[in-house]
Every structure is written in structure tokens, then in C-alpha cells.
């Protein structure tokens, strides 16, 4: 079955007022891991948590006030040297709140934040100097330092239920974006011009090492970034005011997000981003962001090449998802690919959550995605409900395209949407085999768009009370 520039318009029935929470799932999450799902429990078992030796290093030892006011960064950074030193340890924050620049853990190190701290960062962008290898929208460069920092470690966490405040807002980092909805009227300078010559520079091949753009740049850097780490553990906390994405591990193995609370409204606030990551389990979080909240992705065009290292045997369960541009997002960084990604039991609502379940990439981009299995998912008010779209950003100006197939849906209830579908592959290179099933959504004021489809399979889906038959 094919579907080719087609739109499937609803009959306008007048939106209802619904509340923020969806209703319950209409039967409950399954615990069969059998068929694809059995790659499940193989997935789990091959992550392994970080492995901290039993040794406390309390910041207030090495001269952190904690009052507020002082700069404990020297603190931070002599608990950090001892820390090393003696092998590996926890570096504990007790209640207060604790000011610090950029913050850079070493193998085998806990940064646990106790409940009642709050450790803020200092929001002056001099600090997070000299620039670090990074990565900044799927390229790598030497920039900023990410504000909470690890490179090449193994045993790395970050834990506890204090705060971690990364000191953005309209004054400082957000107004580098330019015209953005927080900071609309704010006058800074802007991250064009240093984000189109890393782009370029990219393109061009030139080496990591000499892609300089930390000073005078204006490329914000995430809050916190684990860069080529194995055994990385983020539970519990809350992270709040991010100059960029929220929690961004790159090139990693084994990584646990658990319980954490994510929530920041500035320009690019994405809450969770493993990029060419393997082995990643998030679960039991609470997003609410300006932007993503879970976006998965893999690099950018030729960079994104240059490694090959694909996203891959990812679960998500268990989250909630409030406010943000989408709720499972891959891309649009995704030229490295994306495949066996597994979302169950996640409720997604707000009148500014803009899609619930999205791939975005372009001719520019490509990328393999495939193997992406939802099940279980509960959504109370969307603007869109399932988006895959080729014609993001540049859309078909490149030659790379891309190849999308093996998508699954099952058991997806949605109260209400601006639009069903929003699914646009191209011609040449059509979306291959996208399955829905069991599901419903009980309002929705278009059913919108899919083109450029094989394989679609329907089975049991229910729009505005009707059986949906696209054929």
C-alpha cells in the first residue's frame, strides 16, 4: 500500500475543552517483552551503573560556604583534585546553595547534590573558558565548557534531590539564540554567524582541533554533557535555566536518566539528548521545556558521517511530558542514524506540547532510522500527534536521503489534536512500513497529511470516533 500526496481532512468538529492530564490508558501497560520487545531485557541487562567507591568528600570540607553568596568554585574543583587522587569517590553537597563555575568530574566520581542544595551556576560566560571538545548541534568543536563537564571517563554520576540551577535568562546565554520567544526584545549579540562557520568548517573537513568557537562565537553550551563516558548514571535531580540542551550525553555507553525533573523554557531547552549513544535507559522523568523534551539524535550531515555512531538500543518508560516542541523527538541531528528505540507507559499533555511522536531530518541530514517501537502511551492535548517529516529545515536540497522503516505504534490515546499526522517522505525514498494499532484519538480537528508511504498497515485505530481506513 501506497500513499502519495494525499491529505486527509477531518469534518471539523468543534474543539472541546479538555484538562491539562490525560485519562487513564484504556487497558493496562503490557509486561510481555516478547516478539521485538524481547530486545528489552537484553538492552537493560547490558547497561551497567556506575561503580563509585565508598568514600564521601563533603564540599564543605575544602571551603564551600554554601551561603549564596560565596564563589565555591575553588571548593569544587580541590574536592574534585582529592576526589582523583585518592581513586574515586562522592563528592557530597549538603543542603545550601552553593555558586561555582563549570564543574569537571574525573573517573569514578559521584557529584551528589543532597536534598535542600541548590547549586547555581555563575552566569558569566568568561568562566566556562578555556574551550573543551564539545559537540554543539550535531558538530564537534573546542567551545565552551558545559557547565557540569566529564570527557572520557568511566563511572560517572550526578545524583541526589537537590537543584542545579545553570544561571540562564534574558541577561545572559538565552539572548545569544537572537530573536527567540523568551528573550524577543532583548538586544545581544547573536550565535549567527559563529554557528554558520562551524557549519561550514564541518563541511569542509577541517580538524576538530581548529575549530575554534568558544570566545566571541555566542554557541550557548548545555548544561550537562558526558562526552565519550561509559557506566554514567543522572538520577533524581532537577535542572533548571539551561543556557542550552538540558542533559546531553555524547559517545556514550551505558547511561541510566532516571527521576529526574527537567524543566527550562529558554531557547533550545532540550531536556534529554543522548546523541551517538548506545545502551541509554531513561525512565521515570518529568519534562517540561522550551524545546525537546527527549530528543534522540546522531550528528549533522557530513560530521554526523564522519563518525557513523548511531543512537541505539534506547528505552524510555515511565515519563511524563508536559510542555515542549515534541515528546519523543529523533533529529534533526541524525545523520548518524537511529535504530532500536523502545517508549512505553508515558503520559504526554499540555496546550504547548506541540507533537507527541516525531522524526525530523532532510536531504541534508539523512540518516537510517528504523526499528522504533511505542507502546502504551497516553496523550491529553497535542497540536500534532505523529509527525515523520523529510522536508525539515532545508528539506530535499541535499543528497543524502533518508531511510525510515519499521516504525510501530500500539495502544496510543490521545484526547485531543490540532492534527493527527503530519508524515511526508519523498518520492524516491518513501517512508517503509509504518504500523499503527490499537489506538485512538478522540478529537482531532484535521487528520492532515501522509505522503509518500509503503507498507502502511491500520489495524483497530479510531479517529473522531470513526474507524480510520486511509486506503
Known amino acids: 500500500m501506497r500513499f502519495s500526496r494525499r491529505s486527509f481532512l477531518a469534518s471539523g468538529l468543534a474543539a472541546a475543552a479538555i484538562p491539562v492530564l490525560p485519562r487513564a490508558m484504556s487497558r493496562p501497560p503490557e509486561a510481555d517483552y516478547s516478539g521485538p520487545w524481547g530486545r528489552v531485557p537484553e538492552i537493560l541487562d ?30 569544587f574543583a580541590a574536592a574534585l583534585t582529592a576526589c582523583g587522587k585518592a581513586g574515586g569517590g562522592r563528592i ?18 559521584e557529584l551528589h547534590l543532597e536534598e535542600g542544595a541548590t547549586l547555581r551556576f555563575i552566569p558569566e560566560p568568561e568562566r ?96 550537562v554533557q558526558f562526552y565519550q563516558c561509559s557506566n554514567v548514571l543522572v538520577e533524581n535531580v532537577t535542572l533548571e535555566n539551561s543556557p542550552f540542551w538540558l542533559v546531553h550525553p555524547v559517545l556514550c555507553d551505558s547511561v541510566t536518566v532516571r527521576g529526574i525533573t527537567a524543566h527550562s523554557h529558554g531557547p533550545n531547552s532540550d531536556g534529554c539528548d543522548p546523541e551517538s549513544c548506545r545502551n541509554v535507559l531513561i525512565e521515570d522523568c518529568l519534562f517540561d521545556n522550551g524545546d525537546d ?37 529523533m533529529g534533526s541531528e541524525i545523520s548518524g542514524g537511529v535504530r532500536n528505540v523502545f517508549l512505553e507507559n508515558c503520559i504526554m499533555s499540555s496546550p504547548n506540547l506541540k507533537r507527541g511522536l516525531r522524526i525530523k531530518t532532510n536531504a541534508m541530514r539523512g540518516g537510517e532510522i528504523h526499528d522504533i517501537h511505542v507502546r502504551n502511551v497516553s ?9 515523520i517529516n523529510f522536508f525539515y529545515e532545508e528539506g530535499d536540497q541535499g543528497k543524502f536521503d533518508p ?5 510501530f505504534v500500539d495502544n496510543l490515546r490521545c484526547d485531543q489534536a490540532e492534527r493527527a499526522f503530519h508524515i511526508r517522505g519523498f518520492a524516491r525514498a518513501p517512508i517503509r512500513g509504518l504500523h499503527l494499532s490499537d489506538s485512538a484519538i478522540e478529537q482531532a480537528d484535521s487528520l492532515g497529511v501522509i505522503e509518500e508511504v509503503t507498507g502502511l498497515t491500520v489495524s483497530r485505530v479510531d479517529i473522531n470516533g470513526e474507524v480510520f481506513r486511509p486506503g
Request: proline content about 6%.
Open 92 to 109: 557530597r553537597v549538603p543542603a545550601g546553595e552553593y555558586r561555582s563555575g563549570p564543574i569537571h568530574l574525573v573517573s569514578n566520581t
Open 379 to 387: 496523550i491529553g492535548q497535542v497540536r500534532d500527534v505523529i509527525v
Open 293 to 329: 523534551c527527549i530528543a534522540i539524535k546522531s550528528g549533522r550531515n557530513a560530521d554526523g558521517r564522519r563518525l557513523a555512531a548511531p543512537s541505539e538500543n534506547i528505552v524510555i518508560r515511565n515519563c511524563q511530558m508536559r510542555d515542549g516542541h515534541g515528546g519523543l523527538v
Open 403 to 407: 531511510e525510515v522503516y519499521n516504525i
Open 128 to 223: 566556562y573558558l578555556p574551550a573543551v571538545k564539545t559537540r554543539w548541534e550535531g558538530v564537534e568543536l573546542m567551545g565552551y565548557s558545559p557547565l557540569i563537564y566529564a570527557h572520557d571517563c568511566e563511572n560517572i554520576a550526578l545524583t541526589g534531590k537537590g537543584r542545579i540551577d545553570g544561571g540562564a535568562d534574558c541577561d545572559t546565554w538565552w539572548p545569544w539564540k537572537g530573536k527567540n520567544s523568551k528573550c524577543e526584545f532583548v538586544e545581544s549579540p547573536t550565535q549567527k554567524s559563529g554557528r554558520t562557520a562551524l557549519f561550514t568548517d564541518a563541511e569542509n573537513g577541517v580538524p576538530v582541533a581548529e575549530r575554534l568557537y568558544a570566545d566571541g562565537a555566542y554557541l550557548r553550551p548545555p548544561l
Open 46 to 75: 547490558s547497561i551497567r551503573l556506575p561503580r563509585i567507591p565508598a568514600r564521601d568528600f563533603d564540599i564543605r570540607a575544602f571551603g564551600a560556604k554554601g551561603d549564596g553568596a560565596a564563589d565555591d568554585s575553588a571548593a
